[in-house]
């Protein structure tokens, strides 16, 4: 059954499904992240960066050392988010048999989950507007926008869900 249709039946399996599908999405957001701040840093740095005084061919360490931090940030948040959406998707496969004995608990653990990744997200957010604000190094702004419009996106999705569970 395809997730399209899945949405439009509504049932619970249904609704964990789809809350495991935006976890996913979640997952490959911050995976990205996590690749291009980890292994592909000078050409981050390169392509994002208006030319200043600074060699771009041989930036100082400790700017590596922050994208590469940054990187290992957005790990923790692709296990998060992979773990849970692992969890609903297999849940509303196996039709109703919940995995947990009190679902309450289970309930309070998804919104957690849930806020936090919100947080990684908002604050993603707030620090591109900020970019934009002070519009001081960014090269290539379109592509930028387009990041900070997905930072708010998932940022809104997550919170929200975080709230109304």
């Not at 249709?5 to 911050?30: E, S, Y």
């Not at 998060?80 to 609903?88: C, D, F």
């Amino acid at each position: 059954m395809s997730w399209v249709a899945r949405l439009k039946l509504g049932t619970q399996d249904d609704k964990k499904f789809v809350r495991g599908v935006l976890f996913g999405a979640n997952t490959m957001w911050h995976s990205m992240a996590a690749y291009y701040f980890l292994f592909q840093t000078r050409r981050i740095l390169k392509y994002f960066t208006k030319p200043f005084p600074t060699d771009l061919k041989h930036p100082h360490p400790h700017t590596i050392d922050m994208m590469r931090f940054l990187g290992a940030f957005n790990c923790s948040i692709v296990a998060l988010s992979s773990i849970y959406s692992w969890k609903l998707i297999r849940q509303s496969v196996q039709k109703g048999k919940s995995l947990s004995t009190n679902e309450q608990q289970q309930k309070e653990a998804e919104r957690i989950a849930w806020f936090v990744c919100g947080v990684a997200n908002l604050s993603q957010f707030l620090m591109d507007c900020r970019v934009h604000y002070t519009n001081s190094y960014v090269e290539h702004q379109r592509l930028f926008s387009n990041i900070t419009v997905l930072d708010g996106v998932f940022a809104l999705l997550d919170l929200s869900l975080s709230y109304f569970l």
